[in-house]
């Protein structure tokens, strides 16, 4: 059975994680934004923040104004980690999708003050239950893990690391307990064929559970003896697939959380990666943060009750030729 929904304010665990937090202008085949807020640190904040106290660590420029930090805020968020950079830019990123969403180009990319960032963490973010390592450089996630005390670590990645510092993105998987990356960034880094052999090389390194995202066709989740998958959430409309994947990581790192203790075990991990799942849907509705900011949480309750449905069936032996 799943627990009760925390009250707000009545976080008891915590969630540390470290990444980008940008502005982003998006060009989907539903409209297109300027100028959003987003990072993979923000999304993940926004999804973690339903279950546990979040600390962001990252670093934004003097462009980045109360009305941002308030959306980081959402359900308690401490943001006082986040370093504000006199005189400096906060990340831009720009993107476009093509018709079926799944493709994605870069078309501008301004690291500003994130070309610099040198993450410091305060003793109430070390002290963390879960940290999450969103997509940075992989020198940096390893100092972030030399500077924390959590007990379960988990960690995103991307093609450009993978392409330009394999060696050091594999030293730092080898010390963490959880990979969470796209299926294709999965095969690439292990340069196997397919996403259970590429998983198991992964658990081979160190960790103990793989998860591989798989934009709308959901998430696939490998430990040492289980493999456990969800569809996405089928929506008629996707406005904004950016952030996705850390919304899902937000849900599913944030659920482990609640239950440190057993993150490993199956009836854990199922019902995480049902949360993650259910998150990453309503991120997906509507351009940047809006969505999940004003999310509810008895939203998120009835859509992973929606994701249970859908996805049961019964035991029914047939007879078959032989
Ligand atoms: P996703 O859609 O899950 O891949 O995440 C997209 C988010 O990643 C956007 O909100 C961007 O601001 C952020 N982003 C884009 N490029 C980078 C980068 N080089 N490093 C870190 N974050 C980035």
Same mark, same amino acid.
């Given at each position: 059975?799943?627990?009760?929904?925390?009250?707000?304010?009545?976080?008891?665990?915590?969630?540390?994680?470290?990444?980008?937090?940008?502005?982003?202008?998006?060009?989907?085949?539903?409209?297109?934004?300027?100028?959003?807020?987003?990072?993979?640190?923000?999304?993940?904040?926004?999804?973690?923040?339903?279950?546990?106290?979040?600390?962001?660590?990252?670093?934004?420029?003097?462009?980045?104004?109360?009305?941002?930090?308030?959306?980081?805020?959402?359900?308690?968020?401490?943001?006082?980690?986040?370093?504000?950079?006199?005189?400096?830019?906060?990340?831009?990123?720009?993107?476009?999708?093509?018709?079926?969403?799944?493709?994605?180009?870069?078309?501008?990319?301004?690291?500003?003050?994130?070309?610099?960032?040198?993450?410091?963490?305060?003793?109430?973010?070390?002290?963390?239950?879960?940290?999450?390592?969103?997509?940075?450089?992989?020198?940096?996630?390893?100092?972030?893990?030399?500077?924390?005390?959590?007990?379960?670590?988990?960690?995103?990645?991307?093609?450009?690391?993978? &392409?330009?510092?394999?060696?050091?993105?594999?030293?730092?998987?080898?010390?963490?307990?959880?990979?969470?990356?796209?299926?294709?960034?999965?095969?690439?880094?292990?340069?196997?064929?397919?996403?259970?052999?590429?998983?198991?090389?992964?658990?081979?390194?160190?960790?103990?559970?793989?998860?591989?995202?798989?934009? &709308?066709?959901?998430?696939?989740?490998?430990?040492?003896?289980?493999?456990?998958?969800?569809?996405?959430?089928?929506? &008629?409309?996707?406005?904004?697939?950016?952030?996705?994947?850390?919304?899902?990581?937000?849900?599913?790192?944030?659920?482990?959380?609640?239950?440190?203790?057993?993150?490993?075990?199956?009836?854990?991990?199922?019902?995480?990666?049902?949360?993650?799942?259910?998150?990453?849907?309503?991120?997906?509705?509507?351009?940047?943060?809006?969505?999940?900011?004003?999310?509810?949480?008895?939203?998120?309750?009835?859509?992973?009750?929606?994701?249970?449905?859908?996805?049961?069936?019964?035991?029914?032996?047939?007879?078959?030729?032989?």
């Amino acid at each position: 059975m799943l627990e009760a929904p925390l009250e707000s304010g009545a976080h008891s665990m915590s969630v540390t994680v470290v990444g980008s937090i940008a502005f982003d202008a998006v060009t989907t085949p539903l409209g297109e934004r300027e100028r959003m807020l987003g990072g993979a640190a923000t999304h993940f904040a926004l999804a973690a923040s339903f279950f546990d106290r979040v600390h962001l660590v990252g670093s934004v420029g003097d462009d980045f104004g109360e009305d941002s930090f308030a959306v980081l805020a959402t359900r308690g968020t401490d943001v006082s980690d986040i370093e504000r950079v006199a005189d400096g830019r906060t990340l831009f990123w720009a993107g476009r999708y093509g018709s079926d969403l799944n493709s994605r180009e870069t078309l501008d990319t301004k690291l500003n003050v994130f070309a610099d960032f040198e993450p410091k963490l305060s003793a109430a973010s070390r002290d963390c239950d879960v940290l999450f390592l969103a997509n940075i450089q992989p020198e940096l996630q390893h100092k972030v893990l030399d500077q924390c005390n959590s007990p379960f670590v988990a960690l995103d990645s991307m093609n450009l690391w993978i &392409e330009n510092a394999r060696d050091a993105l594999v030293d730092v998987i080898r010390e963490v307990d959880c990979l969470i990356v796209n299926d294709a960034e999965l095969r690439q880094l292990t340069k196997r064929p397919n996403v259970v052999s590429a998983a198991r090389d992964v658990l081979d390194w160190g960790p103990s559970v793989v998860v591989a995202k798989q934009g &709308e066709y959901g998430a696939a989740l490998v430990t040492a003896d289980s493999f456990f998958a969800l569809p996405a959430y089928p929506l &008629e409309s996707v406005v904004d697939p950016t952030g996705a994947g850390d919304t899902f990581a937000g849900g599913f790192v944030g659920y482990l959380a609640r239950h440190v203790d057993r993150a490993t075990d199956e009836d854990v991990l199922r019902p995480a990666m049902a949360y993650g799942t259910a998150l990453a849907s309503f991120n997906v509705e509507e351009f940047g943060t809006d969505r999940v900011a004003r999310l509810a949480a008895a939203e998120v309750h009835h859509r992973v009750a929606e994701l249970r449905a859908m996805t049961h069936f019964e035991r029914a032996p047939v007879a078959l030729a032989r």
